[in-house]
């Protein structure tokens, strides 16, 4: 895997959509990694990483994630970003 996919979550990201992207990008040979800003937009990532992991292990393929933390600024404010790194076994 040498292609990197961001996705970007918000409080308003359908699960189903979101974990749908992620499988979707993992079978296609991308890195995955996931960025949410706020309580409700890592609930909704961590849902969709749920969802994608059961929608792999049925193919035979398991999901791990390795969780960080980044800064932004947006309107010269600075803000937590929480990052998601997929990795795939």
Do not use: C, W
């Amino acid at each position: 895997m040498d292609k990197k996919k961001e996705i970007k979550v918000s409080a308003k990201s359908p699960v189903q959509s979101l974990a749908s992207s992620i499988v979707f990008s993992i079978e296609a040979g991308e890195n995955v990694v996931l960025r949410a800003v706020g309580a409700s937009a890592v609930n909704q990532m961590y849902k969709g990483i749920s969802v994608a992991r059961g929608t792999l292990a049925s193919k035979g393929k398991d999901l791990f994630i390795k969780p960080g933390f980044d800064e932004v600024t947006e309107n010269d404010e600075k803000k937590t970003v929480m990052v998601a790194h997929i990795v795939i076994q």
